[in-house]
């Protein structure tokens, strides 16, 4: 059984740019939750997505945004990158209230 | 708003002896849930242990336990004979049950173990 895949593992944007991260949740998996996790930190709560509709959202500026597809897969998109997005990204999938952790994708900006 | 917080940013342990991690609290929930994740150099957020508030019993897995004071909003976890293994960063995080908060895990800021042979 297929947990919570990721991609890319790794990413180098500039400042200024866009990016979009993926999200394959884990089979049986409807909602997937993204967290931003900043070094030496624990992860903040970007947004959650089920039935292909934001669900809730963190405190987060409109740069972040998100889409879930009819496969309940998932991505974070965000735009006009800063120095601070770096990170590493994580998604989770979960159905009641278990959740599985992808592995993340780490975002350094230059 | 919910906070959780971790007071111990850096643990250490002999292998085979045993460490407890602390962890608080504040919500004005009454019904929630509780976790403790451990994150390996690997990076994947693993589940250690979950806490019904509703139960009075301590969760236990294995080698882990829990001490959750639901009056003072504590919660520890308690990992006996410690193993190379269980080095990693672990998380306490909190949801609540139900509610616009729904699914959202609030975490602390971590606690690093390391377990010495």
């Known amino acids: 059984d297929a947990g919570v895949t990721q991609s890319p593992t790794h990413l180098i944007k500039t400042r200024g740019q866009q990016v979009t991260l993926r999200c394959s949740p884990k089979?049986?998996?409807?909602?997937v939750s993204w967290y931003q996790q900043a070094l030496g930190q624990g992860p903040q709560f970007i947004f959650q997505?089920?039935?292909?509709?934001?669900?809730q959202r963190g405190n987060f500026p409109d740069r972040f945004s998100g889409h879930q597809f009819p496969n309940y897969s998932s991505e974070l998109n965000v735009n006009a990158l800063l120095l601070g997005d770096s990170a590493l990204y994580l998604c989770?999938?979960?159905?009641?209230?278990?959740?599985?952790f992808g592995s993340g994708t780490r975002l350094t900006v230059v | 708003a919910q906070t959780v917080t971790q007071s111990q940013p850096e643990m250490s342990v002999q292998e085979a002896e045993t460490v407890t991690l602390s962890c608080t609290y504040d919500t004005s929930e009454n019904n929630y849930y509780l976790f403790w994740y451990k994150q390996p150099p690997s990076r994947q957020m693993i589940l250690v242990i979950r806490?019904?508030?509703?139960?009075?019993q301590n969760a236990t897995e294995n080698r882990f336990s829990v001490n959750f004071q639901k009056a003072a909003k504590s919660f520890s976890l308690k990992i006996s004979d410690s193993q190379l293994g269980d080095t990693a960063m672990y998380f306490c995080?909190?949801?609540?049950?139900?509610?616009?908060?729904?699914?959202?895990?609030?975490f602390g800021q971590g606690t690093i173990l390391t377990v010495h042979p």
């Open positions: 995080a909190f949801r609540r049950v139900g509610g616009t908060s729904y699914g959202k895990l609030t």
């Open positions: 997505y089920y039935e292909e509709e934001e669900r």
């Open positions: 806490q019904e508030a509703y139960k009075q």
């Open positions: 089979s049986g998996h409807d909602t």
């Open positions: 989770a999938s979960s159905l009641s209230y278990g959740y599985t």
